[in-house]
């Protein structure tokens, strides 16, 4: 089976896909940003760019341990897998990191909600546009 190659993300795309997602229950702020940190859209926060590019950091690290990880014990486990998100939490409240095969999408959760559902829901937006 041959991976395919990642293909660009519009910024009409991405408005898209912020508006669908925005819409899911548990969704707080949103910022897409392109697999090399420029942002793309966001649902309306001041600093998109610093979370882009932290959410590119955090991605593209969690990414590497998968490609070049020490294969002992859980190193092992981690290498033959593929990055699908990201859950954060903080005295801010809680967020997801959803990699796509062109973007990471960052969403800020609403109080109480659950990561897996929202993440769930993300990837069944995201679905819509790829």
Request: aromatic share 4%; proline share 3%; with cysteine.
């Amino acid at each position: 089976m041959t991976e395919q190659p990642a293909i660009e993300l519009s910024t009409a795309v991405a408005q898209r896909m912020v508006s669908a997602i925005t819409l899911a229950p548990g969704v707080g702020d949103v910022t897409i940003c392109g697999r090399e940190g420029e942002v793309a859209v966001s649902s309306g926060k001041a600093d998109s760019r610093k979370e882009a590019a932290l959410t590119r950091f955090l991605a593209q690290r969690a990414e590497a341990m998968t490609e070049d990880g020490d294969r002992r014990g859980m190193g092992r486990t981690v290498a033959t897998s593929r990055l699908e998100q990201i859950s954060l939490s903080g005295p801010g409240g809680d967020s997801v990191i959803i990699a796509g095969p062109d973007y990471y999408a960052l969403v800020s959760l609403t109080r109480g909600a659950s990561s897996t559902n929202v993440a769930s829901a993300i990837r069944a937006i995201a679905r819509r546009y790829h």
